[in-house]
């Protein structure tokens, strides 16, 4: 399983079965085409293939409505890969990309240099300048150079169909219950732990600190939340709250987690938060021992929803 940029010469894969998308998230949907790809590709002897991009087309070309990332690049190249395709092909998606027209993607990019016998793409796909190429032309031209298309029908959850778009929609609800059925899994932040001002600590609830102010990802509301931290010594219930400690009156965006039953140092180490359920809203207390009472309340329901 490789990563490889585009970018940087010949792939060097040979004919192989393809699957072309953003996928952000990697949820059900696209997890349903990744299948596919990858049962054909077994059934031809023939390697499976994921072609996308290293960042989002939207925020390149309608910054003001981007409203963030599910995963980011980072993160979904390791879930592309974690799926059992053979080859993630990325190609940084900038200026001269975006000004490619349909004709030229398809026999520049499939044909020529990913060498695609077999072209998955989702339901609603369009490629190409102005998102001019739709799934029924890229379908006339690999047919014309006797290469063939599959268009994945819709994956439907709750008689819904699964999207990026719904999801994103879910977790700035902080709606993980939902989000978290659409995805197959929990939806999570990863960063490094940073200090923060100890008061954790004092309280007697020692806390892990992310900082939120510069991510790219799509974050919940404001809140506590029960949660599963991943660390490099195992994984531990958490209560995590999302916000700016008002109670302190601070104003700097932070994520803290209080691992239950963890003793020891993760500062400047990298911790995954994966999400579960939505606790409470973030509120200011009239003094600390206020907010003590509520953390005990807050650790309550946490041990409630994960045993």
């Known amino acids: 399983m490789k990563l490889k940029n585009l970018l940087q010469g010949d792939p060097g894969i ?13 949820h059900l949907g696209h997890r ?23 960042h989002s087309p939207r925020k390149f070309l309608s910054p003001e409505i981007f409203k963030g990332y599910l995963t980011t690049p980072e993160e979904k190249f390791s879930l592309l890969l974690a799926t059992g395709v053979d080859y993630v092909v990325f190609r940084p998606f900038d200026e001269a990309f975006a000004a490619v027209g349909h004709e030229e993607f398809v026999k520049d990019i499939l044909i020529n240099r990913l060498q695609a016998e077999v072209t998955f793409v989702g339901f609603n796909f369009c490629f190409g300048a102005r998102r001019a190429g739709t799934a029924e032309i890229l379908a006339s031209l690999l047919n014309a150079s006797g290469r063939a298309s599959q268009v994945i029908d819709p994956v439907r959850v709750d008689d819904e169909v699964v999207s990026s778009s719904i999801i994103r929609e879910a977790v700035a609800a902080g709606d993980f219950a939902r989000a978290n059925r659409f995805l197959g899994r929990e939806a999570s932040f990863s960063g490094e732990v940073v200090h923060g001002d100890h008061r954790g600590r004092v309280m007697g609830f020692p806390t892990a600190n992310l900082q939120l102010e510069a991510s790219q990802k799509i974050l919940p509301p404001n ?22 400690r008002p109670t302190f009156d601070r104003s700097n965006h932070l994520l803290e987690a209080h691992l239950l039953n963890f003793t020891g140092d993760l500062y400047h180490r990298t911790i995954r938060i994966r999400f579960v359920q939505r606790i409470r809203a973030e509120k200011r207390f009239p003094d600390m021992q206020a907010l003590v009472d509520q953390i005990h309340r807050d650790l309550a329901a946490l041990q409630n929803i994960i045993p």
């Open 14 to 26: 040979g004919p192989c079965i393809l699957g072309i998308g953003t996928f952000d998230g990697v």
């Open 32 to 54: 349903k085409l990744i299948a596919d790809i990858i049962g054909c590709a077994r059934e031809r002897n023939l390697p499976a293939v994921i072609f996308t991009f290293d």
């Open 223 to 244: 809140g506590v939340y029960a949660c599963h931290a991943d660390t490099p010594e195992g994984s531990y219930p958490a209560i995590v709250n999302i916000g700016v």
